[in-house]
């Protein structure tokens, strides 16, 4: 089934900043991250100012989160410096015919749906969606003080529930959490020494590469992450939370990343860490520096996750992380035994600039015994823990009771 929206965008700088962007403007700012990001096999167009269609054949419904992300950039790219609240984007999910009917509301008319007053229109899903939340629009308008009629309310679909992304508790939280905690082992002392958040989705299917979806996948990940810090004990163990390379090194998603990381309790960051997904064989120095002072005031660790065991750490400077992460491929066995020999043959090198080694994606037994035969102290994967419900109590964990079920 073929998902199919109309994302309409409503300017509201009039209220919070004096002045409106001609929408001119605002639309070719739209249609140029539509361009670059919602690509093929999905389609977009556009049908009236402000008014996209979409359309994605291998979905049956739109991600919100992707659609945050447009806020987020429409935002910082218009309104630079600014608070947020400049713009407000509105998705409405429904057949074709009803799709193109929401594309010709007036601006006037999608304040009235952003100020609560419903949708009187064909029935769908609308949701207002702004950079600092995703909430669900009621189907039918609703006289203030009064009470839907409830033949009009059973005629209506109910809108698909979504959580809303900034939620500042867990009592908000509408659907389960889409992610969980991976162990992270210490081999020497045979203990648990931190953790590692990861998406449930990785589980039967690979990693998206398109950076819109990495940043709503990352944005997910610290908002969920939020609620396992309340079940953290006491300690020093390492909470290592995936970010993007590449978002990191954009100004619009360095920007949704810090609206998320802002809401973080102040006495975690000594123990927080961020492990940098898909850094490139050779990064530049430039970005690598720009990533670590973006990072260094929200993270205590630095972890780089690499894919080429032969990674020239001899260039980097010392400072730049503080561990580099191996993540293996999903390849042979013989490969991946292979791969950790040779990575674990540099650690002359990696003492030397004070880095610290991990191997990630360990998945049996025979891999983890190769990482301690060739010396490796850190390695997490399938064979040490399953993907837990929350971080784990760190403490004694002998490695014959691995891999871990449970939190």
């Known amino acids: 089934m073929t998902a199919i929206a109309c994302l309409r965008i409503l300017l509201t700088a009039a209220e919070t900043a004096g002045a409106s962007v001609p929408p001119p403007q605002v639309q070719a700012a739209a249609d140029l991250y539509l361009k670059h990001r919602w690509k093929a096999p999905r389609r977009y167009g556009v049908v ?25 950039e429409l935002e910082t790219s218009l309104f630079p410096g600014r608070k947020s609240g400049q713009v407000c984007l509105m998705t409405f999910e429904g057949d074709e015919n ?11 008319e999608l304040a009235g749906l952003m100020a609560g007053r419903g949708y009187s229109g064909a029935p769908g899903h609308v949701q207002v969606i702004t950079a600092e939340e995703i909430r669900a629009v009621p189907s039918a308008p609703t006289a203030p003080g009064a009470e839907p009629a ?8 109910a809108p698909t529930p979504v ?27 045979e203990t648990l020494v931190a953790a590692l958040l990861g998406h449930k989705a990785d589980l039967d299917r690979p990693r998206p590469d398109d950076d819109s979806a990495l940043l709503a996948r990352d944005l997910t990940g610290l908002n969920d992450a939020q609620f396992g810090f309340p079940t953290v004990k006491d300690g020093d163990g390492a909470l290592y939370l995936p970010l993007s390379f590449w978002n990191l090194t954009t100004p619009a998603s360095q920007e949704a990343y810090k609206r998320r990381l802002s809401r973080f309790p102040l006495d975690l960051q000594p123990r927080l860490g961020a492990s940098i997904y898909d850094t490139p064989r050779e990064p530049s120095m ?21 894919s080429d065991p032969n990674f020239p750490v001899n260039t980097l400077p010392g400072d730049i992380a503080s561990s580099i992460s191996l993540e293996l ?43 301690r035969a060739a010396g490796l102290r850190f390695a997490a994967g399938p064979a040490v823990s399953g993907l837990l419900d929350r971080p784990p109590i760190l403490g ?5 009771d691995l891999p871990l079920k449970a939190a």
């Open 98 to 108: 009803a799709v193109l009917q929401f594309a010709s509301l007036s601006q006037g």
């Open 286 to 306: 430039g970005l690598l520096q720009q990533i670590r002072g973006f990072l260094q005031g929200s993270f205590a660790h630095i972890d780089l996750c690499i």
């Open 329 to 371: 491929r999903d390849d042979n066995d013989a490969e991946r035994i292979k791969a950790i020999a040779l990575f674990a043959s540099r650690q002359s090198i990696y003492r030397g600039k004070g880095v610290r080694q991990a191997v990630l994606g360990v998945r049996s037994a025979k891999e983890l015994d190769a990482c």
């Open 150 to 157: 409830p033949a009009k309310a059973a005629a209506k679909p």
């Open 163 to 189: 959580r809303p992304i900034a939620a500042a508790a867990p009592a908000k939280t509408a659907a389960p959490l889409t992610t969980g905690w991976n162990a992270v082992y210490h081999l020497p002392s």
């Open 48 to 72: 009236a100012p402000l008014a996209f269609v979409l359309a994605d054949s291998k979905s049956e419904q739109l991600n919100p989160e992707e659609m945050q992300a447009l806020a987020i």
């Open 396 to 400: 004694a964990a002998p490695s014959q």
